[in-house]
């Protein structure tokens, strides 16, 4: 599953920095959901954490779509961390009082809790403070001490936050590994444009939309990803992205990167015809309409199930209009593959150029899940749990030739 923190915000010069400890986390893969006291309002805005999370801002028990957006984002989290963390947080923390969502929140989890400290030396000496520290210690509470340096108003002493790396180097310890950590995984996306001359080609109306979620989904749980996509769409850091355009050069780029892959999900819609030859000059239109023969393009999936390592796990995608999983089953069995989603591409709101999508993931052992509208987000993660539950447990080793026994 993808690794949910809530970031918690409270009213201190040092807000500043959480914005920097966001950006970092959002960077490693982590969806970062920021909740905001008021007081922290007055220091840092909230779009600035609304642009860089991977949710809006929460900030308030009240006035939401959600009547208990505490209980949800508590329930949630794999992990919520506090920075900074004002004397008045701790001790409200401490005494087991929920006077707003992040305290509420903090209540209503039980997932690990990381509190940053960040004050005037003189209240993070004082003993209040230390001893409501000490109370939330010994509840299992991780402090990730102050350090020494600069502090507001000129002052120089303890309290001032720790470092943002030295922050998520913690939230990503306790969070341990994603569950594809180790797992080279390659995700292909978008419709391949065939030349018909050197401006016009034959495509498809796939957006790439559904492949790089699956891309995104994929390094969200810490695989190497390897994005082979038609699209200039943008690709979060860490995603090794190839640029192609035919289905030729599509085959060329799956069939390298497959040979060591764990897992490859074929999303692009290839186009099944192209050009035999494409006109080295521009078709005039004086000349009168053209004839274009075509011809078939290679069968990427299929030729990467013929050839594919052991243990590796191979995804393709179905789109129809009728008689959707009969189709889709039909060529599950055709092309060699472990999975097939099933897309209708006819039904609202569903495929191509849209941000929600609604399938059936079919597998060759007869298994069927339903996914029902959703994020294209949401559909990447059900396909790669499908996935993790038919990887062998050790990825695929480059080094030792494997053999089917
Ligand atoms: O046969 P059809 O095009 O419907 O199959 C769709 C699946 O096959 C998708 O996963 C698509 O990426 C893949 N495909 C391919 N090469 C083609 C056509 C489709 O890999 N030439």
Known sequence: MERKVVLGVTGGIAAYKAVEICRRLVDAGVHVVPVLTEDATRFVGEVTFSALASEPVQRSLWGGDDPIPHTRLGQGADLVVVAPAT???????????????????????????????????????????????????????????????????????????????????????LLGPGDLAGRRVVVSAGGTREPIDPVRVITNRSSGKQGHALAEAAAARQAEVVLVTTTDRPVPPGIRVVRVDTAAEMETAMTAEAARADVVVMAAAVADFRPKA???????????????????TPDI??????????????????????????????????????????????AAGVGFDHDTNAVTILGADGSRLEVPLTSK????????????ARLPPHPVDDDKPRSNS
């Open 301 to 346: 999936l299929s030729g990467l199930g013929r050839t594919r390592r052991p243990g590796q796990v191979l995804v393709g995608f179905a789109a129809e209009t009728d008689e959707v999983l009969d189709r889709a089953a039909a060529k599950l069995a055709r092309k060699g593959v472990d999975l097939m989603v099933a897309n209708d591409v006819s």
């Open 377 to 388: 987000a949401a559909v990447a993660d059900a396909v790669f749990d499908t996935v993790i």
């Open 87 to 173: 004397a008045r947080f701790i001790g409200t923390y401490a005494a087991g009082i929920s006077d707003g969502l992040l305290t509420a929140t903090v209540l209503a989890t039980r997932a690990p809790v990381v509190v940053c400290p960040a004050m005037h030396t003189e209240m993070w000496e004082h003993p209040a403070v230390q001893e409501n520290l000490a109370t939330l210690r010994r509840r299992g509470v991780r402090v990730v001490e102050p350090a020494a340096g600069r502090l507001a108003g000129g002052d120089v002493g303890a309290g001032r936050l720790a470092e943002p790396a030295e922050i998520v180097a913690t939230v990503l310890r």
């Open 278 to 296: 494409a006109a080295r000059s521009k078709l005039a239109k004086a000349d009168g309409v053209p004839e274009i023969v075509l011809e078939p």
